[in-house]
């Protein structure tokens, strides 16, 4: 079995965009839809990806409370660094063993993103 995308339903697409696409570096994969339903895939074509939908009128119930999805960082240090510059609540650094840290944002929907560096 193969993880192929986790869905997020997001009250503003652009905004939701810019977050993942401008702060996070994640790539349009694909997008589709019309002025009342919008898809979203972000990610690398061969690899699992986060789908955002947005419909119009629809309330978005903020955040998935117990859930987070876990990015890899290519750039921990600057991640970490950009996102406190931006004024973003940052919970961390976590450093559970020598070998990974991580720390939790939030999305503009409340959605918690782990960023995370293995060693």
Not at 20 to 35: C, I, S
Not at 104 to 114: E, L, R, S, V
Request: hydrophobic share 45%.
């Amino acid at each position: 079995m193969k993880l192929n995308w986790v869905t997020l339903k997001v009250s503003q697409l652009e905004q939701s965009l810019a977050f993942y696409t401008g702060l996070l570096n994640l790539e349009v994969a694909e997008r589709f839809g019309n002025d009342q339903h919008q898809i979203v895939m972000l990610g690398q074509a061969d690899q699992a990806k986060i789908e955002l939908i947005w419909e119009a009128g629809e309330q978005v119930e903020a955040g998935g409370a117990g859930v987070s999805i876990g990015l890899e960082a290519d750039d921990f240090d600057g991640m970490l660094a950009t996102m406190k510059e931006k004024g973003m609540e940052v919970v961390g650094p976590i450093a559970p063993t020598p070998k990974i840290r991580f720390f939790f944002i939030k999305d503009p929907d409340g959605y918690t993103i782990q960023l995370v560096e293995q060693a």
